[in-house]
């Protein structure tokens, strides 16, 4: 019998998804197996066992009967979630120390830039003054992580070494060395009261939707030496209320925003987000996947699988993540 | 007897170098000992046995002469030993674990801006182009560290923990855990040769006068994912050719820089690198000292002295630092 073959559902667009790229390193890795590039005409549906998927298009994944196993080529799977003609088989999510390295490089980076007062000294250089200001040690910070899964331990960590008082809020009750842990909607506005820098890595699910709103955004410290408190959005847009983020930049709740996530991805060119002077803006690129990482980490899982082990990092549908 | 009296001498003209802020700092941790914020009419200049100063005035210091020890509030004496009014008496250079951690903060997050590609992400912004390009990860990028003391050590391990790969250069041979160690002119080449990003912390002395230069720019790799290489100097302006920087900026040997110090400052309003695209620049705030700290490091210090202890981190007049 021939090994399952490995269908590439690869819609991206940027520069990093190319699917020729993932293809290429694919069948690098995945040996013997067939490794097809959709769309493709030659070949059985009924020989795909696996899928690996960015960005699917609705329904696209129903023609495939004996699917057993969907990959995500990144951390968050809420548009899967959400769309019902996909099969009901396990889905993984990719955890890999690239991707989460990556993200932890992007907090610590957009952290330090509102700790470190980059918006004042851009706009300093540009209008030619050397005008240094007082600057607060790390110590004096506290920056508090929503989410603390692979992605939020890790940041967390990485800001600690740098001196920061870091906190986390999460579902569950957790235990991290080092870190103040607070979680479940009881003990979320003892979190944000104490946070000056609120970094969010939650996934989206029905549960997280919206959370970063004008109710949360008003209950930050606001007794800190950076004044006004700050918003780091690494996760996913749905979380964010962009209505409330804009007010709240404009009348003074937040002092700033890092925001790599938005709504409407790509952003708009009408969204006020772009020429905000308070509003930091990525285009979603806090956590690249890597093909070579990724598609490693999706042959190891299936020849596991096929020789009878279990999959890691399977999407609980209850949680949704 | 009396105590020796404590002069501060302090010329800074920044908000973080308010005289009356040091002197009350002084006073609290100096309990009895008679602190003088200089000018000061009332007083003998043969009580003064102490001096803490910034910035003094040439010849200021030749004024005391049971002067026994000088404290300086930075780290660079590159001015101090430049003035041959000063007493020869030992001096002390601050080496607290604040001012290290704010350099590292500084180098960090500067590091991290040119790896994640803030200049090209900041431009996207403006012009509101949604337009991820490429990213490399932090294993992909060599830094340099030039100057392995203890703002240099505690910088290469806090890049370390970010996952970059990290070497140093330093006048004696050093043996740093999981830092690639070169010394001595003889391993200059071989240093440059290896580094991504170059970041510069060394002391100003005879030695290292201009040593960043267009010579050793165009030494450095030009072979990893960033290209061009990338210029880090927050260590004193007498280290850097300014002019060989803004050429090298402009021919491509280099593909940015961030500078904290310059020849002249403040920096004049006719520089070039004010309005350079390929430029982020601070008003040599990297690591600013925090009176808190400092009064008591020097307190701590005089203390010990007075009980015929010795003094931490005295300079070394041959050496220069």
Redesign the interface.
């Known amino acids: 019998m021939n090994k399952g073959t490995l269908a590439l559902l690869i819609h991206g667009g940027?520069?990093?998804w190319s699917p020729q790229r993932w293809k290429q390193r694919f069948d690098e890795v995945c040996g013997d197996r067939r490794v097809l590039q959709l769309p493709d005409a030659g070949f059985d549906p009924a020989d795909v066992h696996y899928a690996a998927v960015w960005k699917p298009r609705p329904g696209e994944l129903a023609g495939f009967p004996n699917l057993r196993v969907i990959f995500n080529l990144g951390a968050g799977v809420d548009a899967l979630m959400a769309d019902p003609g996909v099969p009901k088989v396990p889905l993984v999510r990719v955890a890999v120390g690239?991707l989460t390295?990556?993200m932890?490089?992007?907090v610590?980076?957009h952290v330090?830039?509102h700790?470190?007062q980059?918006l004042y000294?851009?706009a300093?250089?540009?209008e030619?003054r050397?005008?240094?200001?007082?600057?607060w040690?790390?110590?004096a910070v506290s920056v508090g992580i929503m989410g603390l899964g692979t992605l939020g331990v890790n940041a967390a960590h990485?800001l600690r070494?740098?001196?920061f008082r870091v906190s986390g809020w999460s579902r569950n009750p957790k235990e991290i060395d080092g870190i103040k842990c607070f979680h479940g909607s009881a003990q979320l506005d003892a979190f944000l009261g104490q946070t000056d820098i609120l970094v969010c890595l939650l996934p989206l699910t029905p549960d997280t939707r919206d959370i970063l709103n004008r109710g949360s955004f008003a209950k930050l410290n606001r007794n800190s030496p950076m004044g006004a408190p700050v918003l780091i959005n690494a996760g996913r847009g749905g979380l964010q209320n962009e209505a409330d983020i804009l007010a709240c930049l404009d009348d003074g709740t937040l002092g700033a925003a890092s925001l790599d996530v938005f709504v409407q991805?790509?952003?708009p060119?009408a969204s006020p987000f772009?020429?905000h002077p308070k509003v930091?803006?990525?285009?979603?690129?806090a956590a690249?996947t890597?093909p070579d990482e990724i598609s490693k980490y999706v042959a190891r899982q299936i020849e596991r699988f096929e020789a009878g082990g279990g999959l890691e990092n399977v999407v609980d549908p209850a949680r949704g993540y």
Not at 130 to 135: M, T
């Open positions: 940027t520069e990093n690239d390295g990556r932890s490089e992007y610590v980076l330090l830039m700790h470190r980059e000294l851009r300093s250089q540009r030619k050397w005008a240094p200001k007082f600057q040690p790390a110590s990485a070494h740098l001196g991805e790509p952003l060119g772009w020429s930091v803006l990525t285009p979603h690129n690249d890597d």
